[in-house]
């Protein structure tokens, strides 16, 4: 009796634990892992006419066109300044994906279901054609040899004009994770018994072997390829807290007290760029942690926002980034002047951030600034590069509304 006791004590105990295991993982977990729960529902409580205009598509119509185009087989032929890109071979999926992804934040705030057909058709044709998976593939998911032997040797010329199998793969990557990203918010619940699905995640699956595993952080290539390790976790409902938590630990460290970034911030001619770039990572991690309910380090939001004045100031006047810049970094000097977009509505590569901050942080002199420079036809609000998702439209719509 005693023994049978025990036994219904030790089952009882034990579903408890397993059962309160449960609910805490569940917690961490959110519909997208760069977007909060709370965030999603707020925005889908807005009106659909409102978020139609503050995010720019009252006159907007899905080019067609380009996205007819189709993604490459491969991509190939960048060097390691990737500034030779005009000749590099199937490039040209870039503007696709980009055109997509507006598309896609298009047809998901105007709710219109010929418009979401349409690209849920062109992510199975994408599938089944298996493009860009004659990319070369450089990256592995092993630890003990993450990148290919005859991937390495990059920046092997200071200038950066040798040929880098390397940023091909990472670039194909980007896409077609990117569209996973999307396909996860946007398409999941979309006609669920549809056949389709199983080739899209096929097509997925077959690039998440070309995934570089974690290890440390740095800034760049998704958050040392944080980001989509995250997703990968995140799509199989696995527990990726200490994930972020590693992630974030690491990216305190990149963000110094003077406002610049390690590594971005000393790029030359291109500081303003890479610490723009720093920044779009730096506010996409800093969601992820609310997203995650994970608790971020004491000054993390002060180091970010003394980061986001350094790249008001800088925008404003180029040579005061200079002190960091004339390092050189992997770079050419600047004397003073930035390779950037004088117009910021032009800027979409890592520009969710500057929608972030504003939500986040209304009051911050840089999102008065931001709000002041930008306007409806901001290239940011539609899609990120990186993302795919029309995380842009999501805050600004927050942001703005009364």
């Known amino acids: 009796m005693v023994i049978r006791s025990f036994n219904i004590l030790f089952i009882y105990i034990l579903f408890i634990t397993l059962t309160s295991y449960s609910v805490a993982n569940s917690k961490q977990l959110s519909k997208s892992p760069f977007i909060p729960d709370e965030i999603l529902n707020k925005y889908d409580d807005l009106p659909k006419e409102y978020k139609s205009k503050i995010c720019g598509f009252n006159n907007y119509k899905p080019k067609k066109n380009i996205i007819n185009k189709d993604l490459a087989p491969k991509i190939l032929g960048y060097n390691s300044r990737m500034d030779n890109w005009n000749i590099v071979e199937g490039v040209y999926s870039r503007d696709v994906f980009k055109e997509y992804?507006?598309?896609?934040?298009?047809?998901?705030?105007?709710?219109?279901?010929?418009?979401?057909?349409?690209?849920?058709?062109?992510?199975?044709?994408?599938?089944?054609?298996?493009?860009?998976?004659?990319?070369?593939?450089?990256?592995?998911?092993?630890?003990?040899?993450?990148?290919?032997?005859?991937?390495?040797?990059?920046?092997?010329?200071?200038?950066?004009?040798?040929?880098?199998?390397?940023?091909?793969?990472?670039?194909?990557?980007?896409?077609?994770?990117?569209?996973?990203?999307?396909?996860?918010?946007?398409?999941?619940?979309?006609?669920?018994?549809?056949?389709?699905?199983?080739?899209?995640?096929?097509?997925?699956?077959?690039?998440?072997?070309?995934?570089?595993?974690?290890?440390?952080?740095?800034?760049?290539?998704?958050?040392?390829?944080?980001?989509?390790?995250?997703?990968?976790?995140?799509?199989?409902?696995?527990?990726?807290?200490?994930?972020?938590?590693?992630?974030?630990?690491?990216?305190?460290?990149?963000?110094?007290?003077?406002?610049?970034?390690?590594?971005?911030?000393?790029?030359?001619?291109?500081?303003?760029?890479?610490?723009?770039?720093?920044?779009?990572?730096?506010?996409m991690i800093l969601e992820i942690a609310n997203a995650a309910n994970v608790k971020l380090p004491k000054n993390y939001e002060k180091n970010i926002l003394k980061a986001a004045e350094l790249f008001q100031d800088g925008f404003v006047d180029n040579s005061i980034l200079e002190p960091w810049a004339k390092k050189a970094h992997n770079s050419q000097a600047s004397n003073g002047v930035q390779k950037f977009n004088k117009n910021l509505d032009g800027v979409s590569f890592n520009g969710p951030w500057f929608h972030i901050i504003q939500y986040r942080y209304p009051d911050h002199r840089t999102s008065k600034f931001l709000k002041s420079k930008m306007t409806t036809r901001a290239r940011s609000l539609k899609s990120d590069e990186i993302a795919g998702i029309g995380i842009g439209c999501i805050y600004n719509a927050l942001a703005n509304f009364n």
């Open 101 to 283: 992804a507006d598309a896609v934040t298009y047809a998901s705030v105007n709710e219109n279901d010929k418009v979401k057909e349409f690209l849920f058709d062109k992510l199975y044709t994408w599938a089944k054609n298996n493009a860009l998976s004659a990319t070369k593939q450089c990256y592995t998911n092993s630890k003990d040899k993450p990148i290919l032997k005859d991937c390495e040797g990059e920046w092997s010329d200071p200038n950066g004009q040798d040929i880098a199998p390397i940023k091909d793969a990472t670039v194909a990557v980007e896409i077609v994770m990117g569209l996973n990203y999307i396909y996860n918010l946007n398409f999941t619940s979309y006609k669920t018994d549809d056949p389709r699905h199983k080739k899209i995640n096929q097509w997925f699956k077959s690039f998440y072997k070309r995934i570089k595993p974690v290890s440390k952080f740095y800034m760049g290539n998704s958050a040392g390829w944080f980001f989509p390790n995250i997703a990968l976790k995140h799509n199989n409902n696995k527990n990726y807290k200490s994930l972020v938590k590693k992630l974030i630990k690491g990216a305190d460290k990149w963000i110094l007290k003077d406002g610049s970034i390690k590594d971005r911030t000393t790029r030359g001619n291109r500081s303003l760029w890479y610490h723009h770039t720093g920044l779009g990572e730096a506010f």
